[in-house]
């Protein structure tokens, strides 16, 4: 859909056809040739333009069943619940945070996906062709207002001043709802994800789908982005402290150097990771090789037996650890930058300065999924084998327990065992009392 190429392009207007319908209408009537072009276009296009408008309405009214239940949640239609009291709840505090994370992603994977002049083209044509239901849709308008072109220029292109603030701020939305998101983003882990990365240099890991929320929200709070530099602060201090590439939703990565060059508060704080970005990147580098040499030693034929993988389960979960959290920095941090900021080409080129072979990364990469693959098919064979093995030992300590009995019972002679009744009595009344508490187990 575009208006400089193809045979539909004098067909395909922007939102400048709201200004001037009469014109193009009479443009079209005057026009044989166009009319037969418009009428094959209607036909041939009209299911896709609706599944494109649907989707469309779709993040608006997602955006508006939001605001009404915090409305409801306000108004106490929901007994004994109200918005602190759901941002107190693990759960509670969880749903909320993504759904306006969400929204925000939403917004953000249109306007990269979709140009600007695109979007207005697809929903100038919906409305054309269909006018009638057009013209008792209550959401075309706003549909309208919430996706028109942001002027952006593609990807890593010019900016309008105020972007994505204006963007995001063209539904408002409750500020105290935003601040509370916010807040319990900065202060907790909302995922309960510290206890599975016990090393503090892997808390910014442990935080990192959190952060990429914070990121998004932060813009519905532009605030905070400007002018609150001690918030800003604590933010990059806990969340971006060795980090400033991160990944926003499936693949999608954002750069801080450039997303907050425009933010004063914003920069401010992020120019505190910068200081240690030599040793961060020099450590990871330098950890390619032994992890990449453990990892082959690991997956030697013989080594990751049954009984040497039970024996050392803690050790092997920090291994894949340290593995993990290696390849991700790495991953995020040697691509290169989308555009030619000064900052970003400078970190991007300090990354690289420590020899940093991208084959070794992959080998890596490769070597750690085989292992997660081997111990994955390992563990899931245990735990299938769990049930039977647990009744076989089951079955071996009763019988083992009523030999024992039978030796102090003086029917079975054994060197150096004298007749005991008291101890065959006692193991015999033990093995029943063991008996039961494995069955109930």
Not at 58 to 81: A, H, M, P, T
Not at 310 to 334: A, G, I, Q, S, Y
Not at 379 to 392: A, G, I
Request: charged share 25%; glycine share 4%; hydrophobic share 40%.
């Amino acid at each position: 859909i575009n208006a400089e190429y193809g045979r539909y392009g004098p067909l395909l207007s922007d939102f400048s056809y709201f200004t001037s319908v009469e014109t193009f209408n009479n443009k079209l009537d005057n026009n044989g040739d166009l009319q037969d072009r418009d009428e094959e276009f209607r036909e041939n296009h009209l299911g896709l333009l609706k599944r494109f408008y649907k989707v469309f309405e779709s993040v608006y009214k997602y955006i508006c069943d939001i605001n009404r239940f915090i409305e409801e949640l306000d108004e106490g239609i929901y007994i004994q619940q109200s918005l602190e009291t759901v941002f107190m709840d693990s759960e509670g505090k969880q749903l909320l945070c993504e759904s306006l994370y969400l929204y925000g992603v939403m917004l953000h994977v249109i306007d990269i996906k979709f140009d600007g002049s695109v979007r207005e083209r697809i929903l100038v044509a919906y409305h054309r062709y269909n006018a009638n239901k057009a013209a008792v849709d209550s959401h075309i308008d706003d549909v309208c207002k919430l996706l028109r072109s942001t002027g952006v220029e593609g990807a890593g292109g010019k900016r309008p001043s105020n972007y994505p603030i204006s963007y995001f701020g063209r539904v408002p939305i409750r500020q105290d709802f935003v601040n509370m998101a916010i807040g319990r983003l900065r202060s907790d882990d909302v995922y309960n994800q510290m206890s599975n990365y016990p090393l503090p240099e892997h808390r910014s890991v442990a935080l990192s789908t959190q952060a990429s929320m914070l990121y998004i929200i932060l813009y519905f709070a532009p605030d905070l982005l400007h002018n609150q530099q001690a918030v800003m602060r604590e933010i990059v201090d806990k969340h971006f402290p060795d980090n400033w590439v991160l990944n926003v939703y499936m693949g999608i990565t954002v750069n801080l150097v450039i997303e907050w060059d425009t933010f004063r508060a914003a920069r401010t704080a992020l120019n505190n990771t910068f200081d240690n970005v030599r040793s961060i990147s020099r450590k990871h580098v330098q950890s390619v090789p032994k992890l990449c040499d453990r990892a082959l030693k690991l997956l030697q034929e013989g080594v990751l037996v049954e009984e040497y993988v039970l024996d050392h389960v803690p050790k092997l979960m920090t291994f894949l650890r340290e593995c993990n959290c290696t390849l991700r920095w790495l991953m995020l941090h040697t691509t290169k930058p989308p555009t030619q900021h000064k900052k970003c080409k400078q970190l991007h080129d300090l990354v690289m300065s420590h020899n940093t072979q991208l084959s070794d990364v992959v080998a890596l990469l490769l070597n750690t999924a085989q292992l997660e693959l081997v111990l994955k098919d390992m563990f899931k064979c245990l735990l299938d084998k769990k049930e039977e093995k647990w009744n076989s030992c089951q079955t071996e300590t009763k019988e083992r327990l009523l030999e024992l009995a039978d030796v102090f019972s003086g029917t079975k002679p054994l060197a150096r065992v004298e007749k005991n009744d008291n101890l065959q009595v006692g193991i015999t009344r033990d093995t029943k009392i063991i008996l039961v508490i494995l069955c109930n187990c």
